[in-house]
């Protein structure tokens, strides 16, 4: 298919392919992928205040209240302190340290051969209809794609993609002779 196309639905360059070749990523990937990193930090940042939040919140705010003050909470505030608090306590913790984690080092990986484009069909029922995901499969990997990727890669050709190791993030995609 048209190289233009693989390097448009992809967003990539000639530069970036040049520089996945030799395992590195050009500057413009690396500013995509730390603004993505810093995206999922900013949300596990809040999401550990919120479940902080909810782990505490209660029986701070409940403690005071009460006909009798704080007796006629006192077993609900003991079993929310030894309980809710430890473990929302916990899993706040373990977000907000992975907001605060450096960036791991990414390496450049490459994996070619025939691809084979698998549509996925599960339903949702939450709402209530067919939910249809695309996966691009070659040698031995699996990535996440959209419906138009058969638009342009077809199925059975031999491409070489270059990928961030342990990651689903595809960076470049060349078709390769011969396959």
């Known amino acids: 298919m048209n190289d233009e196309l693989l390097k448009k639905y992809f967003d990539f360059d000639e530069g970036d392919l ?9 500057p413009r990937q690396q500013a995509r992928r730390a603004s ?20 505490v919140g ?6 005071p209240f009460g006909e009798n003050g704080p007796e006629d909470h006192l077993t609900f505030w003991i079993i929310w302190s030894l309980v809710w608090i430890p473990l929302g306590g916990f899993f706040a913790f373990k977000l907000i340290r ?8 990414a390496r450049v990986c490459k994996v070619e ?29 699996t990535f996440d794609v959209e419906s138009e ?11 070489a993609i270059y990928y961030i190791e342990g990651e689903q993030d595809i960076l470049s995609v ?3 002779a011969g396959g």
């Open 113 to 141: 051969g025939p691809i084979n484009l698998i549509k996925e069909e599960s339903y949702n029922s939450s709402m209530h209809r067919t939910v249809d995901e695309y996966e691009l499969h070659v040698g031995g990997q």
């Open 36 to 55: 993505g990193e810093k995206f999922v930090k900013r949300l596990a940042l809040v999401a550990g205040l919120v479940v902080l939040l909810i782990a």
């Open 98 to 105: 992975f907001s605060g984690s450096r960036p791991k080092e």
């Open 58 to 63: 209660p029986s701070v705010i409940l403690w």
């Open 18 to 26: 040049s520089a996945n070749r030799l395992g590195r990523m050009t």
């Open 174 to 176: 060349e078709r390769l």
């Open 149 to 159: 990727a058969g638009d342009i890669m077809m199925q059975g050709d031999v491409y």
